[in-house]
């Protein structure tokens, strides 16, 4: 039975207004289970006049109040974990286990987060010597624009709509057309929450149709992406004309590096579920691994006979540690990632090839995960964003041979580093390009810190107050007391 999935605009599900919808597929099966709307520019329009006559009420809420109804949409969900974490787990391919404890709880989490931001967030005061005051007055921009991915639906859905509600927006929220059926079911608590109508929209459909729209409307003041670099540019392209405020998490190609002196405990583990979680298909994935010479022979074959014993197997199965990859282009396209890495020279130690199962998921898009040694620093295979279950192995000589080469890519999101001499992690993590740093851990975040990376992995910062301050415009008032 095909499930039929709705527009969430001004308060009602609603299809899009040319009738059109789009398969989604389940990744694992390569079965159409759902359609959900195919919308245009007419349907963006619907949901930015909803969301312009919501927006002044929303804003003139009291704090404490958008913060109850983030935290009654959290606690809705959380009510409901298994039905969301089995949606998310159908849509995307990625292993069961993984949405229910991670993505699912995250969401939650996020939502959580930002309600009790809407009730600390303050402006600032600085008085001068004649008397004089200076405050800061933050006012919510009005109509805001999110587009999520689709690696990791609801966690990067609500990680953008929980900021600009606690600030006081009215959003326009548009979900990855591969992986729309949890931002439908989060749509559907959105009134039992006591969301006032029009105050989130969500509009489904393809990014060329609403996401373009969405850019281009005049009245959307600010755009929050996470996505593709080419398609960031282009909303950059189209944005700054229109002077719109742009939050823009774009792609990574992120290092590992792994000195002789690494902590062993617990350190292969983490390299790969750095390496391998969710598929490779998370941004902060570590797809580049440097490690010392020294140290290189036996990382490498510790680390290959553990990424060999790596389960692909059905997302459902609870032994399962990869699950399928998103889609049949994105299968093809990383595939074909392998085929370049070879071309260029690269030994290819394990994987590199399809997975193929049997009974429900015999036509699903796995792959084994792949690791890869003698590619050059330069090459594209290491420089490229690949987004898959592939990583590279290099070797390095020096510290600043580390540093070379893992600045030798155009992305700059995030980095480990694995070493117990204190003093060189923070002179490695001061040199390194990129927005985030892990020590001896990989992907610990605290919501509080900013998140986001340089080069073309984006501009400006996500989480804690830097999202606040992105989703607000600030006014300074100046007052003079008299002598």
């Not at 990869?322 to 394990?350: M, P, T």
């Not at 001061?430 to 990989?442: P, S």
């Amino acid at each position: 039975m095909i499930i039929t999935l709705g527009n969430f605009i001004d308060g009602r599900t609603c299809a899009a207004q040319s009738g059109s919808y789009l398969d989604v597929v389940e990744p694992a099966s390569a079965a159409v289970y759902a359609r959900c709307p195919s919308s245009a520019a007419a349907d963006v329009a619907s949901a930015v006049a909803a969301a312009r006559c919501a927006a002044p009420a929303w804003a003139a809420t009291p704090s404490a109040e958008r913060a109850r109804v983030l935290n009654r949409l959290a606690d809705l969900i959380e009510t409901d974990i298994e039905t969301f974490a089995a949606a998310e787990s159908r849509d995307s391919g990625k292993p069961l286990s993984l949405a229910r404890s991670v993505d699912i709880p995250r969401a939650i989490a996020n939502l959580r987060f930002f309600a009790a931001a809407a009730t600390q967030f303050a402006s600032e005061a600085h008085p001068m010597a004649d008397g004089t005051i200076n405050y800061t007055v933050r006012a919510p921009l009005g109509v805001v624009g999110c587009i999520s991915p689709w690696n990791l639906p609801l966690y990067l859905f609500t990680w953008k709509i929980a900021p600009a509600l606690a600030a006081g927006n009215a959003v326009i929220a548009k979900p990855s057309e591969v992986t729309p059926f949890t931002a439908f079911l989060l749509g559907e608590l959105c009134n039992r929450a006591g969301l006032p109508p029009g105050v989130l929209n969500i509009v489904h459909g393809l990014g060329t149709d609403v996401g373009h729209a969405l850019v281009e409307h005049a009245e959307v003041k600010a755009i929050s992406f996470t996505g593709s670099t080419r398609v960031g540019a282009s909303i950059a392209t189209i944005a700054a004309p229109k002077f719109k405020k742009l939050s823009l998490e774009l792609g990574g190609k992120n290092a590992t590096l792994i000195f002789a002196d690494a902590p062993r405990a617990g350190l292969i583990d983490t390299i790969l579920r750095s390496a391998f979680s969710n598929q490779g298909q998370i941004c902060l994935c570590g797809s580049r691994i440097l490690i010392e010479r020294s140290y290189y022979a036996e990382f490498r074959d510790e680390f290959v006979a553990r990424a060999k014993a790596l389960r692909v197997g059905d997302p459902n199965d609870a032994d399962s540690d990869l699950g399928a990859i998103v889609s049949q282009a994105h299968y093809e396209k990383v595939l074909g990632c392998i085929a370049l890495a070879r071309a260029e020279g690269g030994n290819v130690l394990c994987g590199g090839e399809a997975v193929k199962l049997t009974g429900r998921c015999a036509d699903g898009w796995f792959i084994a995960p792949t690791v890869i040694e003698n590619l050059a620093p330069q090459c594209r295979s290491n420089r490229e964003e690949i987004f898959g279950p592939v990583v590279t192995l290099q070797a390095f000589d020096s510290d600043a041979d580390a540093i070379a080469n893992a600045n030798a890519t155009e992305y700059g999101l995030a980095a480990s580093v694995w070493t117990t001499d204190l003093q060189r992690a923070h002179h490695i993590a001061a040199k390194l390009e990129t927005g985030i740093v892990w020590i001896n851990c990989w992907m610990l975040r605290d919501l509080r810190t900013p998140f986001g990376g340089v080069k073309h992995s984006g501009v400006g910062r996500e989480g804690g107050w830097e999202a606040m301050r992105f989703f607000t415009e600030p006014k300074n008032v100046c007052v003079f007391l008299g002598e």
